[in-house]
Structures are given as structure tokens and as C-alpha cells.
T-cell receptor, first 113, second 112 residues
Framework: GNSVTQMEGPVTLSEEAFLTINCTYTATGYPSLFWYVQYPGEGLQLLLKATKADDKGSNKGFEATYRKETTSFHLEKGSVQVSDSAVYFCALNGNSGNTPLVFGKGTRLSVIA | NAGVTQTPKFQVLKTGQSMTLQCAQDMNHNSMYWYRQDPGMGLRLIYYSASEGTTDKGEVPNGYNVSRLNKREFSLRLESAAPSQTSVYFC???????????FGEGSWLTVV
């Protein structure tokens, strides 16, 4: 079945550091890939997504590229801010019917000033 | 801009008590979901409803029941709460299974 593996946290960075959170997936066919973010005390919200190979999703300075050859969708940001402190979830959706999203276990990011 | 609304936000139950978590969405979405979030386990799907009138089990359905009351509402019931059901519960919806999912703010449930 479909699955997502993302790097375990927590990740602690200083402000303005470069961020990478690794995500790899296992799926049949051509899934859509997502990054969701959860700020403290809130629900998850979509950060970015990509629906086909080589697509790059981007939002709020974050980027991720759908790499089919390496089955990866790594999240990157060039310069993190304290306000980026949150839990980040990689997810995928199969391309058949109404199958729900499959989530990774989440990576907690803490950015210190 | 209500989106997905779930109630209650916080609840403490005694072992064996029952309760229902309510969820409503105002985006005219077809699909609705209940997830639970536990430390180190990420999000796990309990039940989902692909469309009005249908429900399906997710990864961790035991101890729960759901009702898709109409297109807007999808409730989650704990018939006899157990401490293992202490968790944060999230309701979510999407237009179709493949589309972006929108989450509620969560319900913190403690079973003592």
C-alpha cells in the first residue's frame, strides 16, 4: 500500500539557517504529494503540493520538488524564521477514487533566535 | 470563513463513558474524515466518508463509530471510552479524496 517516510525530529535551527526535511514515499501509479504544517494548538493546514513528476510546489518561502526517480518530496527553505516553528507533515494521495491522504509521522521544527 | 468546525474542543471522560464528537463543514465537500493524533504516531485515520451515505474504516477504527448525518456533518462516537483513546481528534474534509484536505482545529480528549 501507499506509505510516507519522513525524517524524525525534532529539528532545531537558528534563525536564518537553511532547512531540509526529507520525505520519501511508496506508492503505485502517480500520487499527488503534499506538505502540511501544524502550528501549536492548531489543526493542520496545507503548505504546498505537487501533482505530477518534476512539479515544484512553493509557498511562504518553502519549496518541494516531486522527484519520481528517487520517490522523494523533500521540503526546503533558505532562511527559516522563529515563526516557522511548527510540525511539518508529508502526505500523499493515490490517484484512484476517493482514497484518503496518507501522512508521515511529522517532523517538529524549532527555530531559535 | 468557518471551514471545518468541530466540538467540543476539550473533554475529560471517565473510563466507560460515552460521547460524540461533532463535525460540520460549510465548503460543500463530498468527503469527510476523522483522524487521531498521538505523540510519535503522527496522524492516523479512524474512519472516513467518501460521500453522503457512505462510511469506511481507516487504520484504527476499533472502539469508534461514525455517522454521516448529511453532506455537512460527520460525527464520531466513543461508546465506552478507554484511556487508550486519550488523544487529539481532527475532523477534515475535501471535495474528493485526491484533493486538498481541510482540517478543523482539533478536539483534545482525555479519558481517565
Amino acid at each position: 500500500g501507499n506509505s510516507v517516510t519522513q525524517m524524525e525530529g525534532p529539528v532545531t535551527l537558528s534563525e536564518e539557517a537553511f532547512l531540509t526535511i526529507n520525505c520519501t514515499y511508496t506508492a503505485t501509479g502517480y500520487p499527488s504529494l503534499f506538505w502540511y504544517v501544524q502550528y501549536p494548538g492548531e489543526g493542520l493546514q496545507l503548505l504546498l503540493k505537487a501533482t505530477k513528476a518534476d512539479d515544484k510546489g512553493s509557498n511562504k518561502g518553502f519549496e518541494a520538488t516531486y522527484r519520481k526517480e528517487t520517490t522523494s518530496f523533500h521540503l526546503e527553505k533558505g532562511s527559516v524564521q522563529v515563526s516557522d516553528s511548527a510540525v511539518y507533515f508529508c502526505a500523499l494521495n493515490g490517484n484512484s477514487g476517493n482514497t484518503p491522504l496518507v501522512f508521515g509521522k511529522g517532523t517538529r521544527l524549532s527555530v531559535i533566535a | 470563513n468557518a471551514g471545518v468546525t468541530q466540538t467540543p474542543k476539550f473533554q475529560v471522560l471517565k473510563t466507560g463513558q460515552s460521547m460524540t464528537l461533532q463535525c460540520a463543514q460549510d465548503m460543500n465537500h463530498n468527503s469527510m474524515y476523522w483522524y487521531r493524533q498521538d505523540p510519535g504516531m503522527g496522524l492516523r485515520l479512524i474512519y472516513y466518508s467518501a460521500s453522503e451515505g457512505t462510511t469506511d474504516k481507516g487504520e484504527v477504527p476499533n472502539g469508534y463509530n461514525v455517522s454521516r448525518l448529511n453532506k455537512r456533518e460527520f460525527s464520531l462516537r466513543l461508546e465506552s471510552a478507554a484511556p487508550s483513546q486519550t488523544s487529539v481528534y481532527f475532523c477534515a474534509s475535501s471535495d474528493r479524496g485526491q484533493d486538498t484536505i481541510y482540517f478543523g482545529e482539533g478536539s483534545w480528549l482525555t479519558v481517565v
